[in-house]
């Protein structure tokens, strides 16, 4: 009786033994949960980093350019100071270079330098100009001789360019001459001389600037000869400027 009242207990299954393939699975399973969950987390982090790190760098390039600032307001302070302390501070400085073609002595040349600036330039230009047309005119003759059969064609061509010479010559010494005088002037007079100065200044430099006009349009689309610097390291840095710019 007594066992007849009591119900049976229903065997529980035992569970069977997980595999190590599914242990694997699940272990993979909770990594990758893992993994999203941190990155969910660090999503905002990261952006307040990105923040921070573009924050960080406007500072910096605030600071460069306040420095950049000080730095110029710093340097024409001090340019302002010693052109106050120094009238001639700022001027050009006078560097001798060989005018060739000029029949002027060095010291008339650093007189109209100091004088007569701008005509001192077209002095330059003028050297230059009759530079290359000399240069060009050897190179038609070099040709000429090369070709003796066609030597018409290379004299007609080589005409042109001695005209020029010729006229930009002519008009050069018709400048030269007052600069002399003038010179010569200031030294036993320098009133008379500064006075004489303001005088021609002007008309000088306006036909000098006449002179040079259709000789530097003919001549635009010349180069300079260009020779190779001597010694080693001025050569060497003159053959990498050559190559790279």
Do not use: C
Not at 162 to 183: C, G, Q, R, S
Not at 186 to 194: A, I, P, Y
């Amino acid at each position: 009786m007594l066992g007849f009242g009591k119900k049976k207990k229903k065997d529980t299954p035992a569970s069977p033994e997980k595999t190590v393939p599914e242990i694997q699975e699940k272990k993979t399973r909770q990594d990758d949960s893992s993994t999203q969950t941190a990155s969910v987390n660090t999503i905002p982090g990261g952006k307040k980093s990105s923040w921070r790190s573009k924050k960080r760098i406007f500072f910096v390039l605030l600071a460069l350019v306040a420095l950049g600032t000080l730095g110029m307001a710093s340097y024409y302070g001090y340019a302002l100071y010693v052109a106050a302390k120094d009238p001639d501070a700022g001027k050009a400085i006078y560097s001798p270079i060989e005018l060739r073609h000029l029949n002027l002595p060095e010291e008339m040349v650093r007189f109209s330098f100091k004088y007569f600036p701008d005509l001192y330039d077209t002095m330059i230009s003028f050297n230059t100009v009759m530079t290359l047309i000399d240069n060009e005119i050897a190179r038609i003759d070099a040709i000429a001789h090369q070709y003796p059969d066609q030597k018409k064609i290379a004299d007609k061509e080589k005409k042109i360019w001695e005209k020029e010479k010729k006229a930009l010559e002519k008009a050069f010494i018709k400048i030269e001459n007052p600069v002399k005088e003038t010179y010569v002037l200031f030294r036993v007079n320098k009133e008379q001389g500064l006075v004489q100065i303001n005088v021609i200044k002007k008309e000088l430099t306006d036909l000098a600037h006449g002179a040079l006009a259709p000789a530097q349009e003919l001549t635009q689309n010349l180069k300079p000869i260009e020779t190779v610097p001597q010694g080693f390291i001025k050569g060497t840095l003159y053959k990498l400027k050559k190559k790279f710019l």
